[in-house]
């Protein structure tokens, strides 16, 4: 039997890209987790080396994020754009993340939430990644031309922490009470011990999925927001409300 | 082979309510259609007889309610609360909704935005339908004891014209394009016969909905605002994005 | 020495309003065990014995407020609206709310936030608040003349649940990490023994204050939505940003 | 008897930075008078030399802006970014006023709120100046390394006019009412002799403070908008609400 | 010649509801002295007598109001609905302002703005005003038969106070700078002298005027925001753009 | 007789700032077709030839900007800044776009929205426009002395898509129902045969047009975006409202 369209969309790579080593565990890592157990290929982009923190060397962080991604059964790149804390708005780099896009085909990707939080760099490569998002598709780019175009489904932004949350766009709550999946998110996370040492993100980030999911009646869950509004067939897809309170 | 709890869930009817008899079939008349040919079955609540309106008798407008539902497959009941352009958000009105919701013990629940638009009662019947999904759970009220507490899965709004459409919600977008899907919802609003006389609303309806389908690269779609965020299990429960131009 | 009009302004009591029996200590008790502590008088009203409550009878519910508010070092009083989960907007509830404003003479009054969340009456008991704040000061009601006008110092919102966090005001934050502060408060909570049955309130709580508190850089924090523009000598008295992470 | 950590908080100086030269004074002069009054020592960065207005040559706005900072007891300097009317976001731009951070090492820092107003150079000099106050504290960022990372207490914003008002930040106002301090800023205003001719920006300033003022029932006040909520240890250092009219 | 439609619409009587005998005056007195002096007929409804004021009685206020009207160019009724402090948003009160829209048949309606300042009443009013326009128009109800339906050109709504001004809709800025229009409106104001006993409100408004002038480029102006948008049939109607600092 | 003031105003041209060869007639082609009709000289500036389109050449791009300009009565201009979707923030560009300003001396300026929709370069052309807009009139900038200073009436936006409307500022809604202006409109938009094979982009824009026109109680509408408040002489300038249905 051949895969419907429909079925293969649903096997595309999920794509996500972080400004930091550490970033996409802190920010959506139990999505991730779930989303590799149910079968989907994940593949992750990190930006720089995290060389700016104060703690832990460019080497290490490196090391940390490739044990990281493999806890989460992703894979795990690295893109070199200007540097950590030092990234700017640039259309090559936007033309640098689209043709990523354009190799890696994925269906659903993510991306730092566009509302600036704590560091610069995370608002400011969730602009780049949507921006090539755009440009993956457009046929006549010449600097991409070595790729054909793709159109990802869906662009959903991720929040490194509650700062970045967008007010103006409604979540989607994915609960990833599964114990299986708080463990292995909560493992790729005490993975970057180097920035364990002066302050507790990883117990941040749980007490974060922690709330969301007591909203929603489940055990944990992380908040995405998505770049446009969803297209259902029908009602039955749209799953149940957060309002269990 | 018994159903399971999901599966249950999922044939839950659905339960619109309209503050006049043409309020449901212009605001969601097409995702009504889309749902009980689905199989869901799908039952209206509307909450005047119309009587204030400069065209129909109450009379009149019952009727062609009563047709129009037909058309769309679902039910309809009328509930008497202040009467047309004469509601108020009184909490005897919001236990006699309740009381429905208990009565038809729904699964999705759609109601009018409570973005003001051009009629007062829109909002204020969103407003009553909102609380009466509260009390609906609440175990101790005694007004309500005579049937056991419901909760509902999601409550959806809609927006009867583009005006109530809730700025700060992120909308889903029902694909309704399917012929048949389109010429039921048109038919239904054409049955409101007397409403037809001084304004083209149907024109407005089918002008919105082509926008928002060609926005979502689909003939038609119809936007539906969550009152709580969506809670999946996984990404492959999200559809795709509407960004298609 | 006589008291400076400031410091007597600072002695000035905290007057808290709930809706119901456990609003009060779920939305803000860790801030009132602060002040308790620092020697202010605070008393609550709760206006409802929260009789439409799936679980706990209206006279177990009185109890456990009582026990309560004595754990935080404050007294209560019940006044009779129009009963649990059956609140309306009647300015004759603002008329009592505004008669007790004069009686008390608070100088922080603290009401549940304006933005609707999982429970009518919580808002619609924040509006009757804010309104009464206002009537109390007025020299010509002859509805309120037994009692000399009252002006507060400032109102302060709470939010129950996250729901109702208000979107568009900018919250303070109170360090409220203190042992026996995060003891007292939890203490406080625990004796709401009937709510506890079906659902861990107070869990929610503390992954709230705990999630504010790692944004603040501190232990455990509270948020507060200040009605009005908070009005200061000096930036010296500005405290902190909560940027820490 | 040595300081306290806290007055040694409240000793760190207050940092103000602006495009042009007259931007701090008309933004927020008032509230630098007070604090210098009070005896915090401030300094203004000023990242233009106003070369492009339409009067005044760069010399004489130079040589104003001494005079207008000496008026309100302030240090000031100058730092050349890419010139008036041209700036741009270079993270070179950061880098620069990051280490700039680090030798002053402020308490309080003012800069030019991030809504776009009638020039350009304002909210970009915002973004920057925000964006620095991270960098400074990373202890890993090369281009930094020759001084310690510094944390800031808080960063506030001003608006240099009505139009830069940030609407989604509940400001915080500060009373300048006395009228040393009213008289001290005017002055400043009025220094800034070269602008005075084709427009009345000082009547601007005045009129917008007074409003302010009667607004919080004193003569005048200044509305500073904090980048992230304040952190206090109590109620008793929120002063009071601003709603007295 | 006869009257056009166009030029007749122009000559509607432009109608402006207070909720208390000086709210008009201090709101938008100033559009109202413009609209007169360039011949529009002008009517003022009044919703209660001030008595709940600290100042004034009833019979003093009620004087005052006709002085002031009269010194505006307009004429002045009084409608009784709940009180001064006691307003609540009744359909009954809808009606009755409904069946004045129907006798008096304005062009141009103003009302106290929808957000909530320092007095309940006056967003309350606000609201039963729009629906009011709304109703008027209905030709089906009953309780408005004896006059006939009637639409009305555009509600806009004043603020009055800056905490009443709505943040999410755009003002148009009328230009009232023309030496006797801020002569009238001042002397409107002093007329009513009984509210300037303990608070400046004049010089509030005043400087609000001011302040609007200055950013609109000229002496002082008034801000009005609009329910709906503004239709025009050309770009030549839509004036010029107030960025002029 | 010699023009007055005001009349030379209404004369002064309008000039529209497009991304591309299509988007100023896909965004405000009919508003364009309306002035132009009334006498008023209209010139494009389009920013790219559209080479990264998945069709047509740049050459036949730019032919049928030529052809589609001419259908609207307006002239056309190419101006290379960095490519299509390569656009970036670029003081140089402002410039560049501030001395054309200065050169066509523009009343109205016509920009794409500020609001991100599905193309990169629009919102970033917009940003640039507007601070085109403030550059072309301060005196002392060097780069643009060789034409003298100009102030531009009043600068609005239009939205490429829906995505593209600001939801924070109210819209003046233009009435191009005329049954000339509509069939230059869509023959503007037709003429650009290239675009039209993979999407019906005129299609949307047609449905959009229909929509506002339906919302404004005329046949079509287009809506734009103020950058600053209108200021009027008059409620007789201000039209009427647009809530018909």
């Given at each position: 039997?051949?895969?419907?369209?429909?079925s293969r969309r649903k096997a595309a790579p999920l794509l996500a890209f972080g400004?930091?080593?550490?970033?996409?565990?802190?920010?959506?890592?139990?999505?991730?987790?779930?989303?590799?157990?149910?079968?989907?290929?994940?593949?992750?982009?990190?930006?720089?080396?995290?060389?700016?923190?104060?703690?832990?060397?460019?080497?290490?962080?490196?090391?940390?994020?490739?044990?990281?991604a493999a806890l989460l059964g992703a894979t795990v790149e690295f893109v070199e754009?200007?540097?950590?804390?030092?990234?700017?708005?640039?259309?090559?780099?936007?033309?640098?993340?689209?043709?990523?896009?354009?190799?890696?085909?994925?269906?659903?990707?993510?991306?730092?939430?566009?509302?600036?939080?704590?560091?610069?760099?995370?608002?400011?490569?969730?602009?780049?990644?949507?921006?090539?998002?755009?440009?993956?598709?457009?046929?006549?780019?010449?600097?991409?031309?070595?790729?054909?175009?793709?159109?990802?489904?869906?662009?959903?932004?991720?929040?490194?922490?509650?700062?970045?949350?967008?007010?103006?766009?409604?979540?989607?709550?994915?609960?990833?009470?599964?114990?299986?999946?708080?463990?292995?998110?909560?493992?790729?996370?005490?993975?970057?011990?180097?920035?364990?040492?002066?302050?507790?993100?990883?117990?941040?980030?749980?007490?974060?999925?922690?709330?969301?999911?007591?909203?929603?009646?489940?055990?944990?869950?992380?908040?995405?927001?998505?770049?446009?509004?969803?297209?259902?067939?029908?009602?039955?897809?749209?799953?149940?409300?957060?309002?269990?309170?």
């Amino acid at each position: 039997m051949k895969p419907t369209p429909k079925s293969r969309r649903k096997a595309a790579p999920l794509l996500a890209f972080g400004a930091h080593p550490d970033d996409i565990e802190f920010g959506c890592g139990g999505v991730v987790a779930c989303e590799t157990r149910a079968g989907r290929v994940a593949h992750f982009v990190v930006c720089s080396r995290g060389e700016a923190a104060t703690h832990g060397t460019a080497a290490q962080r490196v090391a940390e994020a490739k044990q990281s991604a493999a806890l989460l059964g992703a894979t795990v790149e690295f893109v070199e754009l200007d540097g950590d804390a030092l990234l700017e708005a640039k259309v090559a780099h936007t033309i640098k993340l689209a043709s990523i896009l354009r190799r890696v085909r994925p269906g659903i990707v993510l991306a730092p939430s566009l509302v600036a939080d704590q560091h610069p760099d995370h608002a400011r490569l969730g602009q780049l990644v949507r921006d090539a998002a755009r440009l993956a598709r457009y046929g006549g780019l010449k600097e991409l031309r070595s790729l054909p175009p793709h159109a990802i489904d869906q662009l959903f932004f991720y929040a490194v922490t509650p700062e970045g949350e967008p007010p103006d766009i409604t979540p989607v709550l994915i609960d990833i009470s599964a114990t299986e999946i708080v463990a292995a998110w909560t493992a790729a996370m005490d993975a970057h011990a180097s920035q364990a040492r002066s302050r507790n993100y990883a117990a941040l980030q749980l007490a974060r999925a922690r709330l969301w999911g007591l909203r929603a009646g489940v055990g944990h869950a992380m908040a995405l927001y998505p770049n446009d509004p969803l297209v259902l067939d029908s009602l039955a897809q749209a799953g149940r409300g957060a309002r269990r309170f």
